[in-house]
């Protein structure tokens, strides 16, 4: 007799507003499970996301509100009721904390531990009230789903107790992207004639934007034309005038502070570009890179831990508090052809490794387990 399709409770909030890589994340997992026969109920703050990964018979849209609880308490006192009420047989938590309060079985993604490892990254209160909610959930969860070996690693030495629950699902590049442009027409949009590299995430201060920005004044003139495009919010604390700095560098006409940006413009960065950059001191992953690397473009990316490990084989790796450093390996990979021609080869042979299908699969394997079916 086959069995029962799961009931999975999915918290959807990464959907909504401008998602970045856990959104991402997300809409690709629900891509991969509408076609299981799970019966999938993803709950949002407010009204459902505009998106179409949730139009689909199997996926129910859970609109809890209109919006204006705070994110805690409809974790907490509204989202549970919801859940039992469609009698789900296990919840799933995408970014970092779950509904401590629910009575069903529990599977919770860590995509890092930075509030942790780098608390000077956020305020006092928000480190605080982040490492006890995150402490928590990882205890009410059966799973953990960690997206790299080196964040098992910090899972296991933070939480020693629980590194028996870690299951190490990979991610993947993005398979969804609206299709761009070839690479003329893509520069021609975006008006650029010279080399473009392309920094894309969250800007956070162990992620170096200073160096990064310094790097690119030492080259300007090596590289006539030479343009930075940094697709991100500036999320950095204490906060970063980067306006400020791209002035005091005379870089006005090499830096471009794109801000967020929607699915169409960044993969016309992706087509229009001619490196990536990713520097930080601390990554669980690396997700913008290995989104890059599948289009075929160099990467540059920190030495640090997981970057440094996952892309290794890849890109050139650097000591992203080196401007000199980072600017050589830029200088490399845009003058080397033989360089450029093996980072290519090897970051497109390295994304192929990586499948949406399998995180998917194996991702649904945790919430069996969890449920105990």
């Known amino acids: 007799m086959a069995a029962r399709p799961l009931g999975v409770g999915i918290d959807g909030r990464e959907l909504a507003g401008s998602p970045t890589g856990t959104?991402?994340?997300?809409?690709?997992?629900?891509?991969?499970?509408?076609?299981t026969g799970d019966e999938l109920f993803v709950y949002f703050n407010g009204?459902?996301?505009?998106?179409?990964?949730v139009e689909h018979p199997r996926l129910h849209k859970r609109p809890l509100g209109d919006g204006a609880a705070?994110?805690?308490?409809?974790?907490?006192?509204?989202?549970?009721?919801?859940?039992?009420?469609?009698?789900?047989?296990?919840?799933f938590s995408p970014a970092y904390s779950c509904p401590l309060r629910l009575d069903r079985p529990r599977v919770t993604a860590v995509h890092d531990l930075s509030f942790f490892a780098y608390p000077q990254?956020?305020?006092?209160?928000?480190?605080?009230?982040?490492?006890?909610?995150?402490?928590?959930?990882?205890?009410?969860?059966?799973?953990?789903?960690?997206?790299s070996d080196f964040t098992a690693r910090e899972l296991a030495r933070l939480?020693?107790?629980?590194?028996?629950?870690?299951?190490?699902?990979?991610?993947?590049?993005?398979?969804?992207?609206p299709e761009a442009p070839p690479r003329a027409k893509a520069r021609a949009e975006l008006g650029v004639s010279g080399p473009l590299l392309l920094s894309v995430g969250a800007i956070l201060n162990r992620r170096c934007l200073p160096e990064l920005l310094r790097a690119v004044g030492r080259l300007r003139d090596r590289h006539p034309g030479l343009v930075l495009d940094v697709v991100g919010l500036n999320r950095t604390h204490p906060r970063l005038d980067l306006e400020a700095t791209v002035a005091e560098l005379g870089l006005g006409a090499h830096v471009r502070l794109s801000g967020f940006v929607e699915d169409h413009g960044l993969a016309l960065r992706y087509s229009a570009a001619d490196a990536f950059v990713a520097l930080s001191e601390?990554?669980?992953?690396?997700?913008?890179a290995l989104e890059a690397a599948a289009r075929g473009l160099p990467l540059v990316v920190g030495r640090a831990p997981s970057q440094g490990e996952i892309f290794h084989e890849a890109a050139l790796l650097v000591d992203s508090r080196d401007e000199a450093d980072v600017a050589r390996a830029l200088d490399r990979v845009l003058g080397d052809a033989a360089t450029r021609a093996r980072l290519v080869a090897a970051g497109r042979a390295l994304a192929t490794r990586h499948s949406w299908a399998e995180t998917a699969r194996l991702t649904r394997e945790a919430l069996v387990d969890a449920a105990g079916r």
């Open 282 to 288: 601390y990554e669980g992953f690396g997700l913008p």
């Open 47 to 53: 009204p459902p996301a505009l998106d179409p990964v």
């Open 23 to 35: 959104g991402r994340y997300l809409r690709n997992l629900l891509r991969h499970w509408r076609e």
């Open 121 to 147: 990254d956020f305020t006092l209160l928000d480190a605080t009230r982040r490492r006890a909610l995150v402490a928590a959930s990882l205890r009410a969860s059966r799973r953990v789903a960690v997206c």
């Open 70 to 91: 705070r994110g805690l308490v409809w974790q907490e006192w509204i989202l549970p009721e919801a859940a039992r009420a469609d009698a789900i047989d296990v919840f």
């Open 159 to 177: 939480f020693p107790d629980l590194a028996e629950r870690a299951v190490h699902i990979p991610l993947a590049a993005d398979e969804d992207l």
